[in-house]
């Protein structure tokens, strides 16, 4: 363990990009580091807490085969599943019904706005020695994207962050917009297979000028429901007091890392525990333990 975080610590010696903001309610989170992702997880793009057996689900984004791995608590991948059905396009996200152990992967990464075959696919969380199993698929548009591409300020259908939410997935925009227009939006999606057009149901305004500081790239609410984690490269929004799933309505503190990398992925172990991962960059990706500060009652 010590030896992986002497490598992380040597790798932050190179510096990736830095933005200071004024933000509302500001605060710290301090991320301490696990381990340094295995080789062949360096693109790693979605991760869930699998509490029943303390391990993490992840993936790899575009170009990687349709397979998920179950890693330990020292980064030892403990099992690698093929996805029936399924193909990666541009996965970018994991969500997880913990009540029945449905899990969703996201294959909705659009960098260029231009993609027509949006999907989620749906199946079992993986349980034992199982090496394959089988998907059901939501596919689903915008219903607010006429264009593919469209024009540069109307670049808002990039997504890399989703949870789940009483049958229905809720997706946060990667908004690539030109210039920034600093917001990005939630839509809904049934949760069950079929073809829809998506519901925008709110909008939140992230801020900023740079929107590779300010996009946002995973998100995840807590086990209890009661906080919603949206992940940038450099910050935390944190949504609170809010009635679900009218998520971006309730109150919100913005926490800022000591670091700012390129960071793909965030789930929580409790309420105020969480992990976050960041994939291969000026260096080897890694996974990191954090605390949320107390944000409300």
């Given at each position: 363990?010590?030896?992986?975080?002497?490598?992380?610590?040597?790798?932050?010696?190179?510096?990736?990009?830095?933005?200071?903001?004024?933000?509302?309610?500001?605060?710290?989170?301090?991320?301490?580091?696990?381990?340094?992702?295995?080789?062949?997880?360096?693109?790693?793009?979605?991760?869930?807490w699998d509490d029943e057996h303390?391990?993490?689900?992840?993936?790899?984004?575009?170009?990687?085969?349709?397979?998920?791995?179950?890693?330990?608590?020292?980064?030892?991948?403990?099992?690698?599943?093929?996805?029936?059905?399924?193909?990666?396009?541009?996965?970018?996200?994991?969500?997880?019904?913990?009540?029945?152990?449905?899990?969703?992967?996201?294959?909705?990464?659009?960098?260029?706005?231009?993609?027509?075959?949006?999907?989620?696919?749906?199946?079992?969380?993986?349980?034992?020695?199982?090496?394959?199993?089988?998907?059901?698929?939501?596919?689903?548009?915008?219903?607010d994207q006429g264009a593919y591409?469209?024009?540069?300020?109307?670049?808002?259908?990039?997504?890399?962050?989703?949870?789940?939410?009483?049958?229905?997935?809720?997706?946060?925009?990667?908004?690539?917009?030109?210039?920034?227009?600093?917001?990005?939006?939630?839509?809904?999606?049934?949760?069950?297979?079929?073809?829809?057009?998506?519901?925008?149901?709110?909008?939140?305004?992230?801020?900023?000028?740079?929107?590779?500081?300010?996009?946002?790239?995973?998100?995840?609410?807590?086990?209890?429901?009661?906080?919603?984690?949206?992940?940038?490269?450099?910050?935390?929004?944190?949504?609170?007091?809010?009635?679900?799933?009218?998520?971006?309505?309730?109150?919100?503190?913005?926490?800022?890392?000591?670091?700012?990398?390129?960071?793909?992925?965030?789930?929580?172990?409790?309420?105020?525990?969480?992990?976050?991962?960041?994939?291969?960059?000026?260096?080897?990706?890694?996974?990191?333990?954090?605390?949320?500060?107390?944000?409300?009652?």
């Amino acid at each position: 363990m010590l030896g992986a975080v002497e490598n992380i610590i040597r790798v932050f010696g190179y510096t990736l990009w830095i933005e200071i903001l004024t933000v509302f309610s500001p605060g710290t989170i301090g991320l301490e580091p696990q381990f340094l992702m295995p080789a062949v997880l360096e693109e790693n793009s979605g991760l869930v807490w699998d509490d029943e057996h303390q391990t993490f689900w992840t993936h790899n984004d575009s170009g990687d085969k349709a397979r998920l791995f179950e890693v330990d608590t020292t980064g030892t991948i403990l099992n690698e599943v093929m996805l029936n059905g399924a193909s990666n396009v541009d996965w970018e996200e994991l969500a997880l019904d913990r009540g029945t152990n449905t899990l969703y992967v996201g294959d909705f990464g659009n960098n260029r706005n231009k993609r027509r075959d949006l999907c989620i696919y749906k199946l079992p969380l993986p349980r034992g020695s199982e090496t394959e199993v089988t998907t059901e698929k939501i596919s689903f548009s915008y219903p607010d994207q006429g264009a593919y591409p469209p024009e540069g300020r109307k670049k808002e259908f990039d997504m890399e962050a989703m949870v789940y939410w009483n049958d229905s997935l809720y997706l946060f925009s990667k908004n690539r917009t030109e210039p920034y227009s600093g917001y990005t939006k939630m839509y809904r999606v049934p949760a069950q297979p079929g073809e829809y057009v998506a519901e925008l149901v709110d909008s939140f305004a992230t801020g900023g000028t740079y929107y590779m500081a300010q996009w946002i790239t995973a998100a995840d609410l807590s086990p209890s429901g009661d906080r919603l984690a949206l992940l940038n490269n450099g910050h935390l929004w944190v949504f609170y007091d809010f009635e679900a799933p009218r998520f971006l309505k309730g109150k919100a503190r913005k926490f800022s890392f000591e670091r700012t990398t390129q960071k793909e992925a965030v789930t929580f172990r409790n309420d105020s525990l969480l992990y976050v991962s960041e994939e291969k960059s000026s260096g080897p990706g890694a996974l990191y333990q954090g605390v949320i500060p107390a944000v409300g009652p």
